[in-house]
């Protein structure tokens, strides 16, 4: 496996906190300049030129392998962008904040995606849909999964209902998640193995999802918890993957060793955000995978991780160069 360092200095990570900001306050200072330029029928800034106004750029940095897979360092929530030479695959789309979606549009245009073929949203919660509704008024989606909820357990958040209305006034279709079924979309095959019963716990409502490049594999699972892993497990769903994105930002709840066991991948990704309030990752998580040889990136120490592969190896490149 073939590993790449970029961007390592500490002042890097400094500069880009300091961009988000920027970020953050230009968009506020924009709101107003967007309203009015609304009723006066002017032309408005968009994401990229939020962006490009501050001179911020994220660099969107690719292997040289034709399948990657970005997990973007978007805070503490979760954000996968999946790029291959015939499609786009976003999973996910962190908080609802402007630099947020800012970053997510930046990288796509990088990466010359002006269509997503498919959007997975895992679920309901903040952290993973924020984003996603102002995504996708910019990059349209060929096709959106989300978990199918009962009416007893549907939000009534504004996030939720935001992206709800977006889906429908962009007309895109909407497909449940249905365990076992599978889509072959820009080149890789994605097949849904959860959510497989209701749950009050909307963490285990979770969307997980495995995608295949040739002899290569991915295993995506938002936050699914220990229940959810359980359940996956008693399905004899195939499980293994290389490369795991650990559920639920690397807390004590999700990873089992049971199910680490059988997924025996070669790397993880722990999404979280830096100096996080809920202690994400947690050391029991953490010292399982360094007990089953599994080595692990962070977002919140690594910054924007890009694992890609050719079908059969794997090649990795973290924005910072600190070691997990």
Same mark, same amino acid.
């Given at each position: 496996?073939?590993?790449?360092?970029?961007?390592?200095?500490?002042?890097?990570?400094?500069?880009?906190r300091c961009a988000v900001w920027l970020i953050a306050a230009v968009s506020v200072a924009l709101s107003g300049v967007i309203t009015y330029g609304d009723q006066l029928g002017l032309d408005t800034p968009n994401w990229e030129q939020i962006k490009a106004s501050v001179g911020a750029q994220d660099q969107a940095n690719l292997t040289g392998?034709?399948?990657?897979?970005?997990?973007?360092?978007?805070?503490?929530?979760?954000?996968?962008?999946?790029?291959?030479?015939?499609?786009?695959?976003?999973?996910?789309?962190?908080?609802?904040?402007?630099?947020?979606?800012?970053? @997510?549009?930046?990288?796509?245009?990088?990466?010359?995606?002006?269509?997503?073929?498919?959007?997975?949203?895992?679920?309901?919660?903040?952290?993973?849909?924020?984003?996603?509704?102002?995504?996708?008024?910019?990059?349209?989606?060929d096709r959106i999964i989300m978990p199918q909820l009962p009416e007893a357990l549907t939000p009534t958040t504004r996030v939720y209902e935001n992206l709800l209305d977006t889906i429908d006034r962009l007309d895109i279709p909407l497909l449940p998640a249905v365990p076992g079924e599978q889509y072959e979309v820009a080149g890789v095959t994605?097949?849904?193995?959860?959510?497989?019963?209701?749950?009050?716990?909307?963490?285990?409502?979770?969307?997980?999802?495995?995608?295949?490049?040739?002899?290569?594999?991915?295993?995506?699972?938002?936050?699914?918890?220990?229940?959810?892993?359980?359940?996956?497990?008693?399905?004899?769903?195939?499980?293994?993957?290389? @490369?795991?994105?650990?559920?639920?930002?690397?807390?004590?709840?999700?990873?089992?060793?049971?199910?680490?066991?059988?997924?025996?991948?070669?790397?993880?990704?722990?999404?979280?955000?830096?100096?996080?309030?809920?202690?994400?990752?947690?050391?029991?998580?953490?010292?399982?995978?360094?007990?089953?040889?599994?080595?692990?990136?962070?977002?919140?120490?690594?910054?924007?991780?890009?694992?890609?592969?050719?079908?059969?190896?794997?090649?990795?490149?973290?924005?910072?160069?600190?070691?997990?």
């Open positions: 496996m073939k590993r790449k360092r970029r961007l390592s200095a500490k002042k890097r990570r400094a500069l880009s392998l034709p399948v990657n897979v970005l997990y973007l360092d978007i805070g503490q929530g979760d954000c996968e962008l999946i790029h291959t030479p015939e499609g786009a695959i976003l999973i996910d789309a962190g908080e609802n904040l402007p630099e947020n979606a800012a970053k @997510i549009i930046s990288f796509a245009r990088q990466l010359e995606i002006d269509r997503f073929d498919c959007v997975i949203a895992t679920h309901p919660h903040s952290d993973h849909i924020g984003s996603m509704a102002d995504v996708l008024e910019e990059i349209p989606a994605l097949e849904i193995l959860a959510p497989l019963t209701e749950d009050e716990n909307l963490n285990n409502m979770s969307v997980v999802v495995r995608m295949r490049y040739r002899d290569a594999s991915y295993l995506f699972e938002g936050d699914a918890e220990s229940g959810s892993e359980r359940e996956i497990l008693d399905s004899g769903a195939p499980l293994h993957a290389d @490369i795991l994105k650990a559920g639920h930002h690397g807390s004590r709840t999700s990873s089992t060793k049971d199910y680490l066991l059988a997924v025996r991948p070669k790397i993880a990704v722990i999404s979280c955000g830096e100096g996080n309030s809920y202690g994400h990752p947690h050391q029991q998580t953490l010292d399982k995978l360094e007990s089953l040889g599994i080595q692990y990136f962070r977002t919140d120490v690594n910054g924007t991780v890009t694992i890609g592969t050719d079908g059969k190896t794997y090649e990795v490149i973290t924005e910072h160069d600190e070691a997990a």
